[in-house]
T-cell receptor
Framework: ETGVTQSPTHLIKTRGQQVTLRCSSQ?????VSWYQQALGQGPQFIFQ???????GRGNFPPRFSGLQFPNYSSELNVNALELDDSALYLC?????????????FGPGTRLTVL | GDSVTQMEGPVTLSEEAFLTINCTYT??????LFWYVQYPGEGLQLLLK?????DKGSNKGFEATYRKETTSFHLEKGSVQVSDSAVYFC??????????????FGKGTLLTVNP
């Protein structure tokens, strides 16, 4: 069973640029959630994708957007990068059904905005 | 809205000491509760979970009991090892009436175990 994978591992961008982060979900999972973890903080929910549609969003501006593909992999896009976007971005996959499904996390992408 | 409050760290213990990390929550409905662990430079790993009141989650010697009356989910281990050094996150899983189930995390507690 393949776990959740993310790419790239590290990324350095400058303010104003755009970035795309990628996530492959665990085999058999149909839902992907994205979280932002600032240094020394707990992860914050960005949004969730189910059946290729956004299925809930946290308190993040529209310049954070995403996609889910038919194979359940997902992308997180961030436009007009700001210094405060520097964080570890975590992807989690789960199998949606009735009630809360356990989410399994990837290793994360460390984004640094200069 | 949903929130999780967990014990501020850092926590430093000697090997074989008893560990407690306190976690309390505020939520509507009946959330599931989780403990995740994050080792240096890595993502989050699920440590244990409980889905309803009075359930006890356990794994690798760690335990936590879902206490609805005190809205708590404290993490305990009877004898810690150096390899348990990590950041521990308490989280609740729930939705706001829709079909989306998200995790709400505490700020994390850094545990260091010395030999």
């Amino acid at each position: 069973e393949t776990g959740v994978t993310q790419s790239p591992t590290h990324l350095i961008k400058t303010r104003g640029q755009q970035v795309t982060l990628r996530c492959s979900s665990q085999s058999g999972h149909n839902t992907v959630s994205w979280y932002q973890q600032a240094l020394g903080q707990g992860p914050q929910f960005i949004f969730q994708y189910y059946r290729e549609e956004e299925n809930g969003r946290g308190n993040f501006p529209p310049r954070f957007s995403g996609l889910q593909f038919p194979n359940y992999s997902s992308e997180l896009n961030v436009n007009a990068l700001e210094l405060d976007d520097s964080a570890l971005y975590l992807c989690a996959s789960s199998l949606s059904g009735v009630g809360m499904a356990t989410q399994y996390f990837g290793p994360g992408t460390r984004l640094t905005v200069l | 809205g949903d929130s999780v409050t967990q014990m501020e760290g850092p926590v430093t213990l000697s090997e074989e000491a008893f560990l407690t990390i306190n976690c309390t929550y505020t939520a509507t409905g009946y959330p599931s509760l989780f403990w995740y662990v994050q080792y240096p430079g890595e993502g989050l790993q699920l440590l244990l979970k409980a889905t309803k009141a009075d359930d006890k989650g356990s794994n690798k010697g760690f335990e936590a009991t879902y206490r609805k009356e005190t809205t708590s989910f404290h993490l305990e281990k009877g004898s810690v090892q150096v390899s348990d050094s990590a950041v521990y996150f308490c989280a609740l899983g729930g939705n706001s009436g829709g079909s989306n189930y998200k995790l709400t995390f505490g700020k994390g507690t850094l545990l260091t175990v010395n030999p």
